[in-house]
C-alpha cells in the first residue's frame, strides 16, 4: 500500500488483514510462534507480533538464541539455553520462568509447528510500557518463541567454498560480543559490506589484530603442521557449534586427520599461512573458506578437515546423545 494511501484510523480486523497480507509477501513462512506477552502459541503469522514499545525494539535492550531442529529432534538446546541464560544476566534482564519452564515452551511450540527440520529462535526482552532507557519498573519480561525453516546457504558453499573479506566495521567490545544481544548492527553492516564488495561474508579482526569472528558464524584454521586452532572465547561469541565441534574433533587425532586442537588467539599471518579456514555454526554447519580478501586460502578448495568436521556434526545431529524428542 503507497504509505500515503492509508492516513486514516483503521479497525481491529483492518490491521489484521493488513499484518496478513504483509506476511504472505514475504519469503519466510513462520509456523509457530510463542508470547509469553499473548500468553500461548499462535500460527497465523499475522499475530506473531511484538509491541513497538517493547524495551528489546526500540532500545535494543534483549537477547537471543537459535537452535535447530533436526529429523523431528530438537540439537543441543541445553548449550543454547546455557548461552542464553548468560547473556540474560549479562543484560539484567530477568526470566518470566524458570530454565526448565523456558524449555518447556520451546518444545511445545516447535510441536504445535509441525516442523521437523529447521530452527527455533527465541527471545527475552524487558517488556514494554514506556520510551524510556530504564526498563519500566514491573514490566513482565517478555519471552518469544519463533518456529522458521532456518537461514539457508548457497550449495556452492559446500562444493567450491566460501569467500571472505576483512571487515572495515570495527569488532564489538569483548561483553557485547561474548553477549548474544539483539544488537547485531556491526554483524549486518559487515555481511551488506561483504555482498556489495562480491565477497560471501567478512571477518572482524579485534583491536590486537587478532581473528574475530564473521557475522553469525565462528571461524577456525588448520595451521600448516595440522593443528586445529579456534579463536579464544574472551571477545566473541562462543559458538555452541564451535564448543561441540572443539571436543568431537579430538576423534580426529587418532585417525591422524588432525594432530591436535587448540584454543588460542589468532594473528592475521598466522590465519592467512593456515591450510584450512573454516566457518562454523549452527546454520552453515562446517564450510571450508578458499578465500580471504585476494589471498587464496591452501590449495582454493575446500579441505578434508572442513569434510571430517562436517561428518563429524551430521552424525552427532542425527544420532548423538544431544537430542531431545519433540512431541508433535
Ligand atoms: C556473532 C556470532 N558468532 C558465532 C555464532 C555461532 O554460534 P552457534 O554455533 O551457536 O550458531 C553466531 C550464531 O549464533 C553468531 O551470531
Redesign the pocket.
Known amino acids: 500500500m503507497p504509505v500515503s494511501a492509508g492516513l486514516r484510523i483503521l479497525t481491529a480486523n483492518e490491521v489484521v488483514e493488513q499484518l496478513r497480507a504483509l506476511r504472505s509477501r514475504q519469503p519466510v513462512k513462520y509456523t509457530a510462534f510463542y508470547s509469553s506477552q499473548l500468553g500461548g502459541i499462535v500460527t497465523d503469522p499475522a499475530l506473531m507480533v511484538i509491541p513497538f514499545d517493547d524495551h528489546m525494539v526500540h532500545r535494543g535492550h534483549g537477547i537471543f538464541?537459535?537452535a535447530g531442529i533436526v529429523n523431528g529432534k530438537i540439537y543441543d538446546l541445553e548449550a543454547?539455553l546455557d548461552?542464553f541464560l548468560k547473556s540474560a544476566e549479562r543484560s539484567k534482564l530477568k526470566l518470566p520462568t524458570s530454565r526448565e519452564g523456558l524449555r518447556d515452551i520451546i518444545i511445545k511450540t516447535t510441536a504445535a509447528s509441525a516442523r521437523r527440520d529447521g530452527s527455533i529462535r527465541y527471545w527475552l526482552s524487558s517488556g514494554p510500557g514506556s520510551l524510556d532507557l530504564m526498563p519500566v519498573a514491573g514490566a513482565d519480561p517478555g519471552f518469544f518463541v519463533m518456529i522458521f525453516p532456518g537461514l539457508v546457504y548457497p550449495e556452492k558453499f559446500k562444493t567450491e567454498g566460501v569467500r571472505v573479506m576483512t571487515t572495515t566495521y570495527p569488532i564489538k567490545p569483548p561483553l557485547y560480543?561474548i553477549t548474544?544481544t539483539t544488537n547485531?548492527m556491526p554483524?549486518v553492516l559487515m555481511q551488506m559490506e561483504a555482498k556489495e564488495a562480491g565477497y560471501d561474508n567478512g571477518v572482524f579482526i579485534d583491536h590486537d589484530g587478532h581473528v574475530g569472528?564473521?557475522?553469525?558464524?565462528?571461524v577456525a584454521f588448520v595451521s600448516q603442521d595440522n593443528v586445529l586452532v579456534h579463536p579464544r572465547f574472551d571477545h566473541?561469541?562462543s559458538?555452541?557449534?564451535?564448543m561441540r565441534l572443539l571436543e568431537l574433533a579430538r576423534t580426529l587425532v587418532p585417525r591422524g586427520v588432525i594432530k591436535d586442537v587448540k584454543v588460542d588467539h589468532v594473528s592475521m599471518s598466522d590465519a592467512l599461512a593456515a591450510k584450512e579456514m573454516l566457518l562454523?555454526?549452527?546454520?552453515v554447519k562446517v564450510a571450508g573458506i578458499v578465500q580471504w580478501d585476494d589471498h587464496r586460502i591452501g590449495n582454493g578448495k575446500p579441505g578434508p578437515v572442513a569434510a571430517a568436521l562436517l561428518e563429524l556434526l551430521e552424525a552427532d545431529m542425527r544420532s548423538g546423545d544431544r537430542l531431545i524428542d519433540v512431541p508433535y
Open positions: 538464541d537459535t543454547h548461552r560480543a548474544k547485531y554483524n569472528e564473521s557475522s553469525n558464524m565462528n566473541i561469541l559458538g555452541c557449534t564451535s562454523i555454526g549452527s546454520s
